[in-house]
């Protein structure tokens, strides 16, 4: 099992940065290999992945959910992770979100890659996007207020 913890500030309010986080089925705009997301139900989505050439789908289960704190998930099947995404006000206007993910990387390209800092550098360019997507917009999609 492999882990990676990385952070980025935001400039938005701490509620946008949370709410926006919510909005699943938007992470292919700024996640790198996703193709979509489906919010199934409240605590569980279907993933469908596209990285390096290899096409995956599985279903992931939010298991905590504190609005304005934090997101925890792990996955239903392969491949198998779970992470934590916590957000942090930094002032009134700017936030730090930070992305703690534990997972286990299949076959040999994904070990390889996983040495390699290949899956450091994709989590950070994720979080990066995700910086420029909040930002450019200003305001949330939407936004999912419920506890798990």
Partial sequence: MSTIQKSVQVGVPLHTAYNQWTQFEEFPEFMEGVEEVQQLNDNLTHWRTKIAGVEREFDARI???????????????EPRQAGTVTFRPLDA????????????????????????????????????????????????????????
């Fill in 63 to 77: 298991t905590s959910q504190q609005p304005d704190a934090l997101v925890s998930w792990q996955s239903v099947n």
């Fill in 93 to 148: 206007v700017h936030t730090e979100v930070t992305l703690l993910m534990d997972f286990e990387p299949e076959g040999i390209a994904e070990k390889a890659g996983d040495v390699l800092g290949m899956v450091d550098r994709r989590v950070k360019g994720d979080l990066d996007r995700f910086k420029e997507f909040i930002e450019a917009r200003g305001a949330e999609t939407g936004g999912w207020r419920g506890h798990i």
